[in-house]
């Protein structure tokens, strides 16, 4: 089956802690995001890549950083720096950047201890 | 600032009801609107997908109109069914400068269907 798995599902990070979130899409897709959802709100974009090897910053990139070192693979990192992590974030792709329609995986919660 | 916003934030119908759901954008310059469908924890599924120069697009008993002069899409449901309860969110996508694109993400109306 093609699609977008994210990891885990849930994530408990500790004060100072630096977390990682997994992305994994077999679909061939160039073009991957990220997006963090705060409950009532919309999705904000924080990363965003075109191609392997290239990201570019979205609205909310302050606290968080990525690689894309594989086609299939897009990690979001969650660093100390970020002073409000807690919330659901949801990874998509789509075959270029902004091409007609984005997959979204399962998402992943985090939570700050 | 391209702003989105959806009305009702939440909706309660009986089940068979049609039901309509709003979706409004500040900028009318957009490339396409989408639909998007979100059960409760889990990631969003693309329901429908409008062109800037399309009016409505369908699929099954989902209906989705599109009025870019006057900033606003509407999402129509026919004969609504408890399987349709989850949160409906539009998303309206436009150039950002430099060859790039921004998705912009409203908050998203909370559907019940009431058995």
């Known amino acids: 089956d093609g699609g977008i798995t994210q990891s885990p599902k849930y994530l408990f990070r500790k004060e100072g802690q630096n977390v990682t979130l997994s992305c994994e899409q077999n679909?061939?897709?160039?073009?991957m995001y990220w997006y963090r959802q705060d409950p009532g709100q919309g999705l904000r974009l924080i990363y965003y890549s075109q191609i392997v090897n290239d990201f570019q910053k979205g609205d909310i990139a302050e606290g968080y950083s990525v690689s894309r070192e594989k086609k299939e693979s897009f990690p979001l990192t969650v660093t100390s720096a970020q002073k409000n992590p807690t919330a659901f974030y949801l990874c998509a792709s789509s075959t270029a950047l902004y091409q007609e329609t984005q997959y979204f995986g399962p998402g992943t919660r985090l939570l700050v201890l | 600032k391209q702003e989105v916003t959806q009305i009702p934030a939440a909706l309660s119908v009986p089940e068979g009801e049609n039901l309509v759901l709003n979706c409004s954008f500040t900028?009318?310059?957009?490339?396409?609107l989408q639909w998007f469908r979100q059960d409760p924890g889990k990631g969003l599924t693309s329901l429908l997908l409008i062109q800037s120069s399309q009016r409505e697009q369908t699929s099954g008993r989902l209906n989705a109109s599109l009025d870019k002069s006057s900033g606003r899409s509407t999402l129509y449901i026919a004969a609504s069914q408890p399987g349709d309860s989850a949160t409906y969110l539009c998303a309206v996508k436009r150039a950002s400068g430099a060859g790039s694109y921004q998705l912009t993400f409203g908050k998203g109306t909370k559907l019940s269907v009431i058995p």
């Open positions: 900028d009318s310059a957009i490339y396409n």
């Open positions: 679909l061939n897709h160039d073009a």
